[in-house]
T-cell receptor, first 108, second 114 residues
């Protein structure tokens, strides 16, 4: 079993829909990252969470430390949101363990 | 302020050859981590360098080695390349290995082994 599990693996949505991507992990962590990766490989850090909830524009990330679960929400989705979204947990020592990613496609 | 830079962008090698990939961290960062991302998978941690020493290592064979220079830039070396080494190699930098800070990623080097 992977230390970090994401669901769904693939997600297709219509423009404007509310999107949720889930992440569960099994190890002790100091923080959790949500990352966005576009075709070509570049990775951008969206959020780093150690508790509670963070919001940036149309993106919202939540984490429940007790349940070892995090969600990334996208409100009013747009085709430019199409990308791979990766959950990564930071083990103590600043080592990241990544989920396999969720491939999101938003259709206009 | 330049972010994390990596070179080269793309590289094609043949089995058995050796390759060196380079990474310059974001200004003010002294810790560099290397990751391998196979097609369709999430990145896997290779190792982390701080103060010119390897601090942590993932589950990668000794064919994978690295170095960090006094200016904090880093190299990843892979010897005796295998077809399975074809992947996107990502470098990430952070201010220190001791704090939970955002890691900044470079654009990656795509290595193809034929």
């Amino acid at each position: 079993k992977n230390e970090v599990e994401q669901s769904p693996q693939n997600l297709t949505a219509q423009e404007g829909e509310f999107i949720t991507i889930n992440c569960s992990y099994s190890v002790g962590i100091s923080a959790l990252h949500w990352l966005q990766q576009h075709p070509g490989g570049g990775i951008v850090s969206l959020f780093m969470l150690s508790s509670g909830k963070k919001k940036h524009g149309r993106l919202i990330a939540t984490i429940n430390i007790q349940e070892k679960h995090s969600s990334l929400h996208i409100t009013a989705s747009h085709p430019r949101d199409s990308a791979v979204y990766i959950c990564a947990v930071m083990e103590y020592g600043n080592k990241l363990v990544f989920g396999a990613g969720t491939i999101l496609r938003v259709k206009s | 302020d330049a972010g994390v830079t990596q070179s080269p962008t793309h590289l094609i090698k043949t089995r058995g050859q050796q390759v060196t990939l380079r990474c310059s961290p974001k200004s003010g960062h002294d810790t560099v981590s290397w990751y391998q991302q196979a097609l369709g998978q999430g990145p896997q941690f290779i190792f982390q360098y701080y103060e010119e020493e390897e601090r942590q290592r993932g589950n990668f064979p000794d064919r994978f080695s690295g170095h960090q220079f006094p200016n904090y830039s880093s190299e990843l070396n892979v010897n005796a390349l295998l077809l399975g080494d074809s992947a996107l190699y990502l470098c990430a930098s952070s201010p220190t290995p001791l704090r939970t800070d955002t890691q900044y990623f470079g654009p990656g080097t795509r290595l193809t082994v034929l």
